[in-house]
């Protein structure tokens, strides 16, 4: 069974960087699209960026353009977010998705997979 286990949240400072990481157990991960989701409680989830099984084709949401950038090792069965210039509305559970037909896709529901997520907390 795949599963997804998304890493490095936390708390910072508004302003500030992370990077939060994926690590997943597909096989092949390299034919999986992957994507990062974000919810606060009561909402949707949000889409942030998704990425090809390759790498060279990405998506990012327009509120997130030119801060946050999706990024992936296939050796090494991990996706990223960097994260800069973080907002007070960034709060939230981040959730990494995949998607083992390979397409991207702004949809959590066109995603078969997803982890636990990783809490990550904007202070100011």
């Known amino acids: 069974q795949v599963q997804l286990v998304e890493s490095g949240g936390g708390l910072v400072q508004a302003g500030g960087s992370l990077r939060l990481s994926c690590a997943a157990s597909a096989r092949p991960f390299s034919e999986y699209s992957m994507g990062w989701f974000r919810q606060v409680p009561g909402k949707e989830r949000e889409f942030l960026a998704a990425i090809s099984w390759s790498g060279v084709r990405t998506l990012h949401a327009d509120s997130v353009k030119g801060r946050f950038t999706i990024s992936r090792d296939n050796a090494k069965n991990t996706v990223y977010l960097q994260k800069n210039s973080l907002r007070s509305e960034g709060t939230a559970v981040y959730y990494c998705?995949?998607?083992?037909?390979?397409?991207?896709?702004?949809?959590?529901?066109?995603?078969?997979?997803w982890g636990q997520g990783t809490q990550v907390t904007v202070s100011s």
């Open positions: 998705d995949g998607r083992p037909d390979g397409r991207m896709s702004v949809r959590h529901n066109e995603y078969n997979y």
